[in-house]
């Protein structure tokens, strides 16, 4: 017998991680601009991938139409193989696609958990919302926080309660606008680990950064847009030794 190792045949490659959101030949016109220029994009279920570009790139307005907040020009958005293209929003949260978005999504005047009552009405039967509540807030890691009005919490705080309430319809893919932006180091790191959690739990995770500190702390995989287009796409490190993403982009943050 020779040498076993050779004898055996050589590892499958591992099933590839199924589809789960694909845009095909997307495009935003907003007047005579196309913010998204022929977006055509597909990520796996389970990934976690950052989406970065300069200012301007149609990161923000890609997400919008995942969510279906804007009609796409041209082209098809896909989720689990199903043309949603056409779809309302809440339809799309119905089917497993959740935001948070830059721009606060909570209600500052209400208390924590009115906020998450909202959050959740829509997706546990009334006499589950307040232990759905307590499973929410307890696995963002903030349960300590009691239920103090909303705008007494700090920019951090609130920023978690609104993934508590993104997390609320059970996602399958969560679609994060810069979730640490504006946020001190502490509250960065518990940021970080919250979506790495979120992760390892099952959720697919799209999430939007300009902080490359941030994106290399957390992300696996990277597409980069520009003027409204996939640029280049790979993982972190095959971006960060990209040439022309580095003179496009990563040399100016
Ligand atoms: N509702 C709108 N109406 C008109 N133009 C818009 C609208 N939303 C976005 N745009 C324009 O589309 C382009 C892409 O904007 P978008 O916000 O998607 O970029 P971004 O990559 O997210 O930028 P940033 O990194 O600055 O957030 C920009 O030129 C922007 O001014």
Redesign the pocket.
């Known amino acids: 017998m020779g040498n076993l190792r050779s004898e055996i045949s050589p590892v499958l490659e591992p099933p590839r991680k199924e589809t789960l959101l694909e845009l095909r030949n997307v495009v935003?016109q907003?007047?005579g601009?196309k913010?998204?220029d022929g977006v055509n994009m597909s990520v796996r279920r389970g990934e976690l991938r950052c989406?970065i570009?300069?200012?301007?790139?149609?990161?923000?307005?890609?997400?919008?139409l995942i969510m279906g907040i804007?009609p796409p020009t041209q082209g098809h958005i896909l989720f689990k193989g199903n043309d949603i293209t056409k779809y309302d929003t809440w339809k799309r949260a119905r089917m497993g696609i959740s935001i948070k978005m830059?721009v606060p999504g909570v209600y500052g005047e209400l208390s924590l958990r009115d906020n998450m009552r909202i959050a959740t009405q829509n997706f546990v039967e009334p006499g589950d919302v307040e232990a759905e509540i307590d499973r929410l807030l307890s696995f963002v890691g903030i349960e300590q926080l009691g239920n103090p009005q909303v705008s007494n919490l700090s920019h951090g705080q609130q920023q978690w309660l609104e993934i508590a309430m993104a997390l609320a319809s059970k996602p399958d893919i969560l679609l994060l606008?810069?979730p640490a932006a504006g946020m001190g180091p502490e509250e960065t790191e518990f940021t970080a680990q919250l979506v790495k959690k979120m992760n390892e739990s099952g959720i697919t995770i799209l999430f939007?950064d300009?902080d490359m500190e941030f994106v290399r702390r957390i992300a696996e995989n990277v597409t980069v847009?520009h003027y409204?287009k996939p640029f280049a796409e790979g993982t972190l490190s095959e971006i960060e030794a990209n040439e022309e993403v580095v003179r496009i982009y990563l040399g100016k943050v």
């Open positions: 935003k907003f007047g601009l913010a998204v989406l570009g300069p200012n301007g790139a149609g990161k923000s307005t890609v997400f919008k804007y830059q606008d810069e939007i300009h847009l409204g």
